[in-house]
């Protein structure tokens, strides 16, 4: 889903989130690196790419499809 106001400190609007499966069992709620949701599917493939938060100090996680199409720049 997209996201039109941040949601938490740090994260920029829009952004889409969504449910990641990281494991059997296990889904956890992150930001999908996408132009537009509508080139997400259900049960896609996706692998995760640190990224640089304002204060250069830490990163946050971002993840991407795993062919890399459609990926944000």
């Known amino acids: 889903m997209t996201l039109h106001v941040p949601m938490v400190p740090g994260l920029s609007a829009p952004s889409i989130a969504g449910d990641i ?3 059997e ?3 956890e709620e992150g930001v999908i690196g996408v132009a537009d949701e509508s080139l997400l599917a ?3 493939a ?3 790419v640190a990224v ?3 204060s250069g100090e ?3 996680c971002h993840f991407v499809p795993a062919d890399a ?3 944000a720049a």
């Open 21 to 23: 499966r990281i494991a």
């Open 25 to 27: 069992q296990v889904v």
């Open 42 to 44: 259900p049960g896609m």
């Open 46 to 48: 996706l692998r995760a």
């Open 52 to 54: 640089p938060l304002p």
């Open 58 to 60: 830490h990163y946050g």
């Open 69 to 71: 199409q459609g990926a």
